[in-house]
Structure formats: C-alpha cells, structure tokens
C-alpha cells in the first residue's frame, strides 16, 4: 500500500483526524500537514510515492498555501475533499471531488467507497501490481516452446543441406530375366567424350613354342633299406642259425 499525505485547513482538522484512523487501521500509513506550515513539506512531496488527499473546507477555499498544493502536485496522485464548500478552485484534475459533506464515519458510506477506489487507482499508478506466479510459469512455458519449435524447425530444414552423405544408389537392372543388376552411382559425365568407350588394340603376343624335352634318365633299381636301427633283440636273431634263413628267404 502506498502513504498518504493529508492537506487541509485548520477547520478540517476533525475530519483530517476521522480520515487518518480509518486508513491506518488498514495498514496505510498517513501523515497530516495543515496551515501555512504546510508548505515546508511541498518540496519533499513532489517527487514522494505517496497520494496526496486535499480537503476543501470552508476556510480552505481562500488559503494561498491550499492553491500552492493544488498546483504543485501531479492530478495522478491528487485526491479532492470537500466538507461544508461549495465550491473550490479550477485545477487540472484526472478524477471528480468526493462529497463528505455528509459523511459520519461510516465505512460503508459511499463516499468512503470512493475514496478506497481512487486509492487503488493511484497505487496501480504508482507501483503497478506484479503479475501472478501462474501467469509468469505459463509465459516462461510458451516461451520454452516457441525457443523449442524454432530449433526444431531449423534442425528440420538445415539438416539434409548441411549434412553430406554418402551419393544416392539404385540397382539398374539390364534384363530382369538375365539375373544382372546390382547398386548402380549415378554421376553426371564431365562431357560428352567421357560416355565414349574407346578400345585400345595391342600388339598381338608371339606363340610359345614347347620345345622337346631329354628322355629321363634310368635310375637304377633301389635295394632293400632300413628306415630305423635294428633293435637288440634282432640283432640277437641274427645269429639264430634258424632265424637267418627264414630271414634270407625274405
């Protein structure tokens, strides 16, 4: 809640007091400056966030220092009271003068209800309200999604150009009874010579002449051979007078 400042004449001072209770008793804080003494605390109350309420009672009406407020302040921040005048002095105003003339105190009274909405208009002036925790959640969630689509959509649109891949196959079949085909890499010719198939004749190669070959040389016949030592026990055979013969006749 914003402060308020009070302004008045020296016979608005009861009322200047009525005022004062209500509003402290909901939690704002108010200051009262009243009589020529007033104008020590104009200079500080130009640029103050606070709203001024100023009250035009009979005596107000002729007072210089009443105009001097009335002039100084901004019409955003000004409220007008008027108690027992009928008239009061030509300013530029943003909002019409509240009657208390017959005001008692009541807080359901309309003037008091009028008074209460002209202070939430000035406080929305002075310090505009925050915007809800919901509010703020469900901005921060379109603006997470509007990043989110903007990176998916350049990804979507980038990727085939920027990425290289291998050239595109497709098999080429010359007779789809023969069996042939297979991936085929289509590349453009650099002209039309390269699609010429030029055939490059050699030289025919000489004939190899078999020459005849020498008969192979007789080898002569080859005679019985061991392939291991003879063990003990045959060279003991050996002299078995019956045992050589049988061995002979092998």
Not at 24 to 41: K, W
Not at 200 to 208: K, V
Not at 220 to 232: C, H, K, S, Y
């Amino acid at each position: 809640m914003i402060d308020v400042r009070i302004v008045c004449a020296h016979d608005a001072l009861p009322l200047a007091e009525a005022i004062t209770r209500l509003l402290e008793a909901e939690g704002r804080r108010v200051r009262t400056a009243f009589g020529r003494q007033s104008l020590d605390e104009l200079d500080d109350a130009r640029g103050a966030c606070e709203a001024v309420l100023m009250i035009w009672s009979p005596n107000a009406r002729s007072q210089t220092y009443m105009h001097a407020w009335a002039q100084a302040i901004d019409p955003a921040r000004l409220i007008e009271v008027a108690h027992g005048a009928s008239d009061w002095p030509a300013i530029k105003r943003k909002a019409p003068v509240i009657d208390f003339a017959k005001w008692r105190g009541q807080r359901g009274a309309r003037c008091w209800r009028a008074l209460g909405e002209r202070l939430v208009g000035i406080t929305n002036i002075l310090v505009p309200p925050k915007p809800p925790l919901h509010a703020i959640a469900a901005a921060g969630a379109a603006g997470l999604a509007v990043v989110s689509g903007a990176v998916a959509l350049r990804l979507h649109t980038t990727a085939p150009n920027d990425i290289a891949g291998p050239p595109m196959q497709e098999a080429a079949v010359a007779d789809e009874l023969s069996g042939v085909g297979g991936p085929l890499e289509a590349i453009e010719p650099a002209s039309m010579e390269d699609g010429v198939l030029r055939i490059r004749r050699h030289e025919p190669l000489p004939l190899i002449e078999a020459t005849p070959t020498e008969p192979l040389a007789e080898l002569p016949e080859a005679g019985r051979f061991e392939l291991r030592d003879p063990t003990l026990l045959e060279r003991l055979n050996d002299y078995n007078p019956l045992r050589r013969g049988a061995r002979s006749e092998e």
